[in-house]
């Protein structure tokens, strides 16, 4: 998916032996290294006290952003990837301010899904932070 010209974002984090292990990529071609995985794992409101109730992290972002049925999260689960690339990637920090702007616009947008969602808080702040 891609919106108002952003890029789509994705992460590796589910296979360790993969070459793409801890890596973001942005539309298949890697740009940033992944070195605190837990701290990207916060971005998306995994929590310690989640993990240690035996939550996992993967299940967590498929069970809240990719299979909730209650709306496609698809647009949210971007712009927790560029969250986290604004406070780590030199490269792509200023120019993720821009994507996360579109899709804010999007969220916006669709808020008729985002009204039961629990992530909301977060994206309320923000959208007042932006």
Request: charged share 20%.
């Amino acid at each position: 998916m891609q919106s108002n010209n952003v890029p789509h974002f994705n992460y590796h984090l589910a296979n360790p032996l993969s070459m793409r292990f801890g890596c973001v990529e942005m539309d298949g071609k890697i740009i940033h290294k992944i070195a605190n995985i837990d701290e990207f794992y916060y971005e998306f409101g995994f929590t310690p006290g989640m993990s240690m109730a035996g939550v996992l992290p993967e299940e967590y972002i498929w069970a809240e952003y990719i299979q909730n049925a209650t709306g496609n999260f698809v647009v949210c689960l971007q712009i927790r990837i560029i969250k986290y690339l604004i406070k780590h990637s030199e490269k792509y920090g200023e120019q993720c301010k821009v994507w996360l702007d579109a899709y804010l616009k999007e969220a916006v947008a669709k808020a008729v899904a985002c009204a039961d969602c629990r992530m909301k808080p977060i994206c309320e702040k923000l959208k007042i932070s932006t």
